[in-house]
């Protein structure tokens, strides 16, 4: 039934966020075996009707009624205790219970499936979910990524010791996770952290100020120290689990101060912690925690990355929604030249993130099942996704509260909130001049450039390109790997870093792009996005050129129904 519009204000809710993206159950198809994208469909669909009604309704209340923090119980006893709204608990019990979102890459029975779920699975929900609430998401992943990191580094009797309760789907036994780094003296230097380990009457007890710990009253949380006498720098650094009660139940010995009043990602509490001999255990070697904990940060990265791109698409569902239902001067604002071509452009980014995080998912996949080649990919494509990925997403947010005009610049509808969340992408687990240069640590360390380049070359041989076509994508893919090399090779390029990481996320993007539209087969509305992204993001262009005018193509992709080839080929007629 089509929703009826009061007096030419648009509004979606109530719409179906799985059924408004049509590339969604398309790529699912690509990336997952036919069995159980199948045994899945029925899943999307309840998450997408969710996700555009009754869950954007307990995110925006969420927001509007962010969590305190209460000392004391009424009798005197010490409390310390995050209290949450209770739409925000509902919101808990549908990503953690309902859906399993942080159990279902660690065991099977999850949604009905008997196996552990590929990492698609997690990410493609996450990309949903996230379309209406971003606060949550940071739990979800610290919980999963905590998860992770302690069954791959962590002795078993710790694992068995925890792991049931981080993978339950009941909210009276769920533990959560969280990452506790950050302190006053270190931020991204994290060789400059002063909490200590003390080894005292037999067990490990942690000292000092945590400064921003998300997730601040988690169950569980990893967490850096050094151990006393240690070695300065990240190599003296050690991995510790820090539990929020003791086997007794007491309290462990640490306090929450204060918590942060914070632009967006206002549902979930974000806190200053102090430790004051609390109990904690090793987790892995001694000594070698940094590098034990850049797992869970690049896990924690890449979740960062689907947030991001999921909340673009967010926009792009709202922006979309509006041009096609809104009246002005005469015309639907989806008939505009000038928005015709500001949400196309809009779209060409949102579509380059998913692409990049649903390639590097099965890229995770590969490598976690031993695959070498997946995992230098991995390490190369996940700080390119947190590089990009997160600052698109705030400009494409911000393009959508335009596309709505002045109710966007208003609480009562998602584009602020949005707007709010879409800037922590770029901040947390590294800003964009650190992740930028890690990409460039990848390649000069690991090598991973080759590896990035020859599997490109593959990709493009079984994508959907013309000779002629994939000739020009070639040409560029020899100019963009050259000055990758160059800046990763010299140190006095730093300075160059932002610009070429953006061309080499740009390149690889399309290629991927380009790739889908094959395996996709009778649509090939991705080759023309990898297109666009090669010509407006890539090739030189004359800005003072008249551009051509509207070809059919254009309206297709937003009406996002199938393109011919010959709409392809009119793509690239437009930019030569």
């Known amino acids: 039934m089509a929703k009826a519009i009061y007096r030419n204000i648009p509004d979606s809710q109530g719409n179906n966020a799985y059924q408004q993206d049509p590339d969604f159950a398309r790529l699912l198809s690509v990336y997952l075996p036919a069995e159980l994208r199948d045994h899945l469909e029925p899943v999307f669909q309840e998450l997408g009707a969710l996700t555009g009604d009754e869950l954007e309704v307990l995110a ?27 739409s925000y608990q509902r919101l808990e019990y549908y990503a953690f219970s309902r859906f399993g979102l942080a159990a279902m890459s660690h065991r099977g029975n999850v949604l009905g499936w008997p196996e552990i779920m590929p990492p698609l699975v997690k990410y493609g929900l996450t990309y949903l979910f996230v379309q209406a609430e971003f606060g949550l998401c940071c739990p979800l992943s610290m919980t999963d990524a905590l998860t992770r990191t302690l069954r791959k580094f962590g002795d078993q009797e710790l694992i068995n010791r925890f792991i049931d309760d981080l993978t339950s789907q009941d909210e009276d036994t769920l533990f959560q996770g969280a990452m506790f780094m950050t302190e006053q003296d270190a931020g991204s230097d994290v060789g400059a952290i002063t909490t200590e380990a003390r080894f005292e009457d037999g067990v490990w007890r942690l000292y000092g100020d945590k400064w921003f710990c998300s997730n601040a009253d988690a169950d569980l949380a990893m967490v850096l120290a050094r151990p006393s006498g240690g070695d300065g720098g990240t190599k003296g650094l050690t991995l510790f689990l820090l539990p929020r009660r003791l086997p007794d139940g007491s309290l ?20 200053e912690i102090v430790l004051e001999g609390a109990e904690a255990y090793v987790v892995g070697e001694p000594g070698n925690g940094f590098k034990q904990m850049t797992d869970m940060i690049n896990m924690s990265r890449l979740s960062n990355g689907v947030r991001s791109a999921g909340m673009m698409r967010r926009s792009i569902n709202e922006a979309l929604f509006i041009a096609r239902n809104r009246v002005a001067f005469g015309r639907k604002l989806i008939d505009l030249p000038l928005l015709k071509r500001q949400l196309v452009k809009m779209m060409v980014t949102a579509e380059q993130g998913r692409s990049m995080v649903f390639h590097t998912a099965e890229c995770l996949r590969r490598a976690d099942q031993g695959d070498a080649v997946a995992a230098k990919l991995l390490r190369i494509l996940t700080p390119l996704i947190k590089f990009r990925t997160t600052r698109d997403a705030r400009k494409v947010a911000a393009d959508g509260m335009e596309v709505r005009g002045g109710c966007g610049y208003i ?21 964009s001049n650190i992740v930028a240069l890690d990409v460039f640590r990848a390649i000069r360390r690991e090598q991973t450039l080759p590896v990035l380049s020859e599997h490109l070359q593959q990709l493009l041989s079984e994508s959907a390109l013309s000779d002629s076509e994939r000739q020009r994508f ?11 090399e160059r800046v990763a090779g010299d140190n006095t390029l730093e300075a160059d870093a932002r610009r070429i990481a953006s061309a080499l996320y740009n390149f690889t993007s399309a290629v991927f792009l380009a790739w889908e539209a094959a395996r996709i087969g ?25 551009e051509a005018g509207d070809g059919d193509w254009l309206a297709a992709l937003l009406a996002e129904t199938p393109l011919s080839r010959d709409q392809v080929d009119a793509v690239w007629d437009e930019v030569d």
């Open 60 to 86: 925006r209340e969420a927001d509007r009624n962010p969590p305190t923090l209460r000392f004391r119980n009424r009798d005197g006893s010490d409390a310390q205790m995050v209290v949450k709204h209770p």
């Open 252 to 271: 462990n010995r640490y306090r929450l101060i204060r918590l942060k009043d914070k632009l967006g990602t206002r549902s979930m509490a974000s806190g």
């Open 411 to 431: 609480e009562e509808w998602s584009d602020a909130r949005v707007l709010r969340d879409a800037h922590l992408g770029s901040i947390w687990e590294g800003t």
């Open 474 to 484: 070639e040409s560029v893919l020899e100019q963009v790997t050259a000055a990758a």
């Open 522 to 546: 009778d649509d090939l509305r991705r080759l023309a996005l990898a297109k666009l992204v090669l010509s407006h993001k890539l090739l030189p262009r004359d800005p003072l050129k008249p």
